[in-house]
């Protein structure tokens, strides 16, 4: 909405009259505890949306505009522009909760972007803060290899009807309704000292530190180190809670962790890990033990995750609700069941309606519009380009809500590299494995599209890595090894680990089956694979060439492994 026009509600439209009254109502009270330049900011991007330029409004506009900065500012390398808008969004919300809270007119400056949204308070609503709205005024869906796609219009559109209807039910529900999606809180305790030395105490502290620093990697959860509160503050209690000891020998330490359901004390997980006291190898061993810790924990199949999937809820809560979607995601990637994908999707459609500002939740529908399109048959050259379209729309959502979001950067990551933009997509990828490189399910993916891109040296090498942080057998795990396992001639290797696969009903892993089982030479086992595509994938057989290049970058690569269905007795077309 970049202009002051928005749509009716109850409380009847907001003229630009109504609206530059409460930006000067906001600009005069004490309450907006806010810098000059703060000042300044807002009265700039509401005078030029009033003024219907709304779409002029940028990074780069406002640092040259209003901070003074010379043309020469770059928005990627200065986060000016973000940070301040931080800190104005801050102000404008502690003041609708104070000076404010009885005004009519609502401005607030949605996450993503710096376009004001402008609305009247309903009637039927008590003075409250005001709502995160939904999405920014345009939400454009990314061109795939630089080019305007017909569909963006129609991608652009999905995207905000389901950020339209978030807002209309957010509008629709009582004040005290969920704002945000459910995120698991774990209290992270001081670790003890057991030897009482000031060595074991300096130990015991720096762990304790390196441990929440890891952990806070995860943007999926939240963690704290009191659950002490102020006076009428009120939080909602952790789920969980870790503890730790350190006790010293001579040239060692150890450190036992154990991780617990905070409301009942039962024990969900518990370890122990040994360093050396060597000086100059103290801080690299706390941090891996750190990060082995943080990893064990938090990623998507790690510790907490599979605690809340076996968590079971007679009419959850819409936070509730929208989380277990994504463990929903989760659940499904891990057998790769093409059969429970639309389910996951709906789930995680209804999750973003319900909380636009979910950036996991975007990311990981980003993800599954992708595989909704890779694991249909027959390949439709009409639909796929909309598909790629509108999973490069949601994973831009979810990235612009939170720029640290890994699961947004993998959606991002895979989206590019399904529409060809095979540099931008590794480069997404490693600057998501910066922000986290803890995440063994984002190392997986990363490393796939850099093997499949021909990079299979790098790429198998971090698979590898991947699989031994996290050692679950899981269905696209398997594959990732297998196929490397393959294209380094390692048949027997191949065939082995896609037997060990879970993924029964996924025609990509019967496909793969196919070439292994036959280059390496166990042809019964490749006829069975032939006949289980025959009967159930024709579609894909048909179609050979488009698929395995959807994936392959190389030409070599997508010859030898046609090559290999032949040699199962697949008909290839060329």
């Not at 109502?25 to 700039?44: K, M, P």
């Not at 503050?233 to 330490?253: N, W, Y």
């Not at 997509?425 to 850099?450: H, R």
């Amino acid at each position: 909405m970049g202009r002051a026009e928005p749509a009716e509600d109850e409380g009847g439209s907001v003229s630009a009259a109504d609206c530059r009254a409460q930006l000067e109502r906001i600009l005069d009270s004490n309450d907006f505890d806010a810098t000059e330049r703060a000042h300044r900011f807002l009265r700039y991007v509401v005078d030029e949306t009033l003024s219907g330029r709304g779409d002029r409004i940028k990074a780069y506009s406002i640092a040259v505009e209003v901070f003074g900065r010379d043309t020469s500012f770059d928005p990627q390398s200065d986060p000016i522009v973000r940070v301040e808008a931080g800190h104005l969004r801050r102000a404008i919300e502690r003041y609708y909760l104070t000076a404010g809270a009885a005004d009519p007119v609502l401005i607030a400056i949605p996450k993503g972007g710096y376009v004001p949204f402008f609305s009247r308070r309903p009637r039927h609503l008590p003075p409250a803060e005001p709502p995160a709205p939904a999405v920014p005024a345009q939400v454009e869906a990314a061109p795939s290899q630089g080019k305007t796609r017909p569909f963006l219009a129609v991608t652009a559109l999905l995207v905000a009807v389901l950020a339209a209807a978030a807002f209309a039910w957010w509008w629709t529900t009582s004040a005290t309704g969920p704002g945000s999606p459910e995120r698991p809180r774990l209290l992270v305790q001081p670790f003890e000292d057991l030897t009482g030395t000031e060595a074991s105490a300096t130990i015991a502290r720096g762990l304790s530190q390196e441990v929440v620093g890891q952990l806070s990697k995860f943007k999926d959860i939240v963690v704290v180190e009191s659950v002490d509160t102020r006076p009428g503050e009120t939080i909602p209690s952790p789920r969980f809670a870790l503890a730790g000891s350190v006790s010293l020998s001579d040239d060692a330490f150890r450190l036992r962790v154990k991780f617990t359901n905070w409301n009942d004390g039962s024990v969900l997980w518990a370890n122990s890990y040994d360093g050396a006291m060597k000086v100059g190898e103290l801080v690299g061993v706390q941090s891996d033990i750190a990060r082995n810790v943080a990893t064990t924990l938090a990623q998507s199949h790690g510790v907490i995750a599979n605690a809340d999937a076996s968590r079971r809820m007679d009419n959850p809560p819409d936070d509730w609700a929208a989380y277990s979607c994504t463990l929903s995601f989760y659940a499904y990637r891990a057998e790769s069941d093409v059969n429970r994908l639309p389910g996951v999707r709906e789930c995680l459609e209804e999750a973003v309606a319900r909380f636009p500002n979910y950036a996991t939740a975007w990311g990981l529908l980003s993800q599954i519009y992708i595989d909704g399109m890779r694991f249909s048959y027959p390949f439709d050259p009409r639909t796929s380009p909309k598909t790629i379209d509108m999973a490069l729309a949601a994973a831009k959502r979810a990235v612009e809500l939170d720029p640290f979001n890994v699961r947004g950067l993998e959606a991002e990551m895979t989206a590019l590299y399904f529409a060809k933009d095979i540099e931008g997509a590794l480069a997404v990828g490693k600057q998501a494995m910066e922000i986290n490189p803890n995440d063994t399910d984002l190392m997986k993916e990363y490393a796939s599209w850099l093997a499949q891109s021909g990079n299979w040296a790098e790429g198998c090498r971090l698979s590898t890595e991947a699989v031994e942080r996290n050692p679950a057998r899981m269905a696209y795990s398997e594959a990732a090894l297998a196929l490397c396992a393959y294209f380094t001639g390692n048949y027997h290797e191949a065939a082995t680990r896609i037997k060990r696969s879970p993924a029964v009903n996924n025609p990509t892993y019967h496909a793969m089956a196919a070439a292994f089982f036959a280059e390496g030479g166990y042809m019964e086992d490749a006829a069975r694979e032939r006949v289980w595509l025959e009967a159930n994938a024709p579609g894909l057989i048909k179609n050979a060439r488009q698929e395995v290049a959807m994936r392959l970058l190389r030409k070599q690569d997508v010859d030898f492994f046609l090559g290999s269905l032949k040699k199962a007795g697949l008909d290839i077309k060329n």
